[in-house]
Structure formats: structure tokens, C-alpha cells
């Protein structure tokens, strides 16, 4: 079993910044990948990235690739997700997620083994 509990959520301007992370506990025997999702109002989950087990080669969606950073801390066994530039449509409750099994993994929202809670994030002017 995994536990996600994702912190960090909060009102932020358009371009600036926000640090959300992504706090897993639970007993596992080997590496699993991690990914951000996010979900609007009214909307689908949609991918923002994922990063191995490793903490390397993190791959995003394109619309929040060159703005948004991936990392890991695997002596804290946190992912944290970096948000600049934020724009309005960055709006949504954003989720953190495991498959374990998989040093590396890509697939959509069903695919995946464990989920936290979400945390908001509102981007406004």
C-alpha cells in the first residue's frame, strides 16, 4: 500500500509561482514512477508529468512544458511539482499519483495504482 498526501496549493497572480509537493509513505520493495495530474472544474483529469522512481528524465504535457518542474527527494520520499509563468487555465485541484511496479511509467488517469487527496490552485489577476 502507498499513501500520496499532496500540500503547497494556494492562490497565486498570473506569472507567478507556486511549490506543490507530493508526500508518499507505505512499505514498497522497489522504485514506482509518480505523475501530477490536474483536474478543472466541470473538467477531465488531464497528465501534467511524471518522473521515475530514479527522480530523472521527467516528461510533461505540452502545455505546461518549459513552465512546470519535476522533482524528487527520495531520502523524503517527496515529488514536488515547481510552477512559474502560471497562467488562468493552470486553475485546478492537482493530484499526485503512483504505479508501482514501474521504475518508469506513462498512461492516462486510469492507469494508475495510488492517488492523494488533491490541493487546490487558483491563478487569477
Known amino acids: 500500500q502507498v499513501q500520496l498526501v499532496e500540500s503547497g496549493g494556494g492562490l497565486a497572480q498570473v506569472g507567478g509561482s507556486l511549490r506543490l509537493s507530493c508526500a508518499a509513505s507505505?512499505?514498497?520493495?522497489?522504485?514506482?514512477?509518480m505523475a501530477w495530474f490536474r483536474q478543472a472544474p466541470g473538467g477531465e483529469r488531464e497528465f501534467v508529468g511524471t518522473?521515475?522512481?530514479?527522480?530523472?528524465?521527467?516528461n510533461y504535457a505540452g502545455s505546461v512544458k518549459g513552465r512546470f518542474t519535476i522533482s524528487k527527494d527520495n531520502a523524503k520520499n517527496t515529488m514536488y511539482l515547481h510552477m512559474n509563468s502560471l497562467k488562468p487555465a493552470d486553475t485546478a485541484v492537482y493530484f499526485c499519483?503512483?504505479?508501482?511496479?514501474?521504475?518508469?511509467?506513462?498512461?492516462?488517469?486510469?492507469?494508475?495504482?495510488?492517488w492523494g487527496q488533491g490541493t487546490q490552485v487558483t491563478v487569477s489577476s
Open positions: 499519483a503512483a504505479k508501482t511496479g514501474y521504475n518508469s511509467y506513462i498512461g492516462g488517469p486510469g492507469m494508475w495504482d495510488y
Open positions: 507505505g512499505r514498497t520493495s522497489s522504485p514506482y514512477a
Open positions: 518522473i521515475s522512481g530514479s527522480g530523472t528524465s521527467p
